[in-house]
């Protein structure tokens, strides 16, 4: 069975340059997260949805951050201005359908890098 | 809101030796607590999960146990091994938002072989 597939493996910006990240879940996973996870700290949430509907997105800078999941499978993750202090992995992650947080499977993340 | 707390950043054993690792949680609601564990250029991935009515968790050699009265919970594991070298993470589960997870700030696990 495949993983979590995330593109690109990295990625090198300067300030105000736009980025986005792609990420396919493992098939038959309903519940789709993006996280954001600095250098040397545990992963943090910035969005997640079931199937297509964004279920919480509170913790997601409106400001320049978007996420969307149009059919329910694949996901992207855009940063529109990025900033230096946005510069962290980028992990999505899914779970099957009636566990919502009880096994989420990661991807191998993306790496940020805002000069 | 609901925090986790995992207080040592890093720790260097010996092969064989005792690992324990120790975590402090604050909810308002049920407790639903894992620990992860992530290589290095890996996402995190689930290494057990305690549940409250058992209080323990065992997955791979590794035990976790949990206390209510002073809302900690700890991994250990007898025998370390040097594959064991990775970031160990304690989570605690919103059981409000059923989505949500919320982690600590990561255990840095080194083993001298």
């Known amino acids: 069975e495949a993983g979590v597939t995330q593109s690109p493996r990295y990625a090198v910006l300067q300030e105000g340059q736009a980025v986005s990240f792609w990420c396919d879940p493992i098939?038959?996973?309903?519940?789709l997260y993006w996280y954001q996870q600095p250098r040397d700290q545990g992963p943090q949430l910035l969005v997640y949805?079931?199937?297509?509907?964004?279920?919480?997105n509170s913790q997601l800078p409106s400001d320049r951050f978007s996420a969307v999941r149009p059919k329910g499978t694949n996901s992207t993750l855009k940063i529109q201005s990025a900033k230096q202090g946005d510069t962290a992995t980028y992990l999505c992650a899914s779970s099957p359908p009636g566990h919502s947080n009880e096994r989420l499977f990661f991807g191998h993340g993306t790496k940020l890098s805002v000069l | 809101g609901d925090s986790v707390t995992q207080m040592q950043g890093q720790v260097t054993l010996s092969e064989d030796d005792f690992l324990f690792i120790n975590c402090t949680y604050s909810t308002t609601w049920y407790p639903t607590l894992f620990w992860y564990v992530q290589y290095p250029g890996e996402g995190p991935q689930l290494l057990l999960k305690v549940t409250t009515a058992n209080n323990k968790g065992i997955s791979r050699g590794f035990e976790a146990t949990y206390d209510k009265g002073t809302t900690s919970f700890h991994l250990q594991k007898a025998s370390v091994q040097e594959s064991d070298s990775a970031v160990y993470y304690c989570?605690?589960?919103?059981?409000?938002?059923?989505?949500?997870?919320?982690f600590g700030q990561g255990t840095k696990l080194s083993i001298k072989p």
């Open positions: 098939s038959g996973h309903d519940t």
């Open positions: 989570v605690l589960g919103d059981w409000y938002n059923q989505g949500k997870l919320i």
């Open positions: 949805f079931r199937d297509e509907a964004v279920i919480d």
